[in-house]
């Protein structure tokens, strides 16, 4: 039987660790394919790195930095601040990057397309998100679609993390063994802070990135 292979869109932080985790669990090969975009928190790519290693799978970075030219936003602009708390309700935040899980995917696809695999794995999730329109689930199915047809061969986007809260994200961590390498060596804050060390992992503890993930971890393991 041919060995079932996947190409998992990997950042570095907290939903992607663990979907490489649940990759290695469900598919016989794993690629992490990470893009360095120009985000300001570039430090997620040497976790990224580091990550790989521990979870012993084959690791391609791109570089893909024409974000910064392309709309501004906090995640590729160093001069906008990023802002602290959570957005309001139908409100998108400023560290929305237009188009990039879009632009992310197809990347991911081409990269699959030449090595034959037809399985793609992104921690996407509509349930307790930033905002984000390229997260919601409508947006995967289009984009599976329109890149099987782009490039006639079907593909199969899986995002386990869709209808998951982060509170139930951790508690997958937990179960796939993994967790202590998500608090330890994944990163999410914004920020790039990676000197505060939290029960929950590094980061500034402010920022939209940090507070989803604080909050789900209690939620996850109340004292």
Known sequence: MEARKAVVLFSGGQDSTTLLFWAKKHFDQVIAFTIAYGQRHEIELT???KIA???????VIIPM???HYLAPNALTHETIPVEKG???SGTLPNTFVPGRNLFFLTAAAAFAYHKNIHDL???MCQTDYSGYPDCREPFIQSAEKTLSLAMDFPFKIHTPLM???KAQTWQMAKALGCLE?????SHTCYQGERTKRHPWGYGCGECPACLLRKRGFEEAFPC
């Open 47 to 49: 976790q990224a790195k």
């Open 53 to 59: 290693q521990i979870a012993e799978v084959e690791h």
């Open 65 to 67: 930095n024409f974000f």
């Open 86 to 88: 959570l957005p309001s």
């Open 121 to 123: 794995v992104g921690g």
């Open 163 to 165: 209808y998951l809260t």
């Open 181 to 185: 390498i998500v608090i330890e060596y």
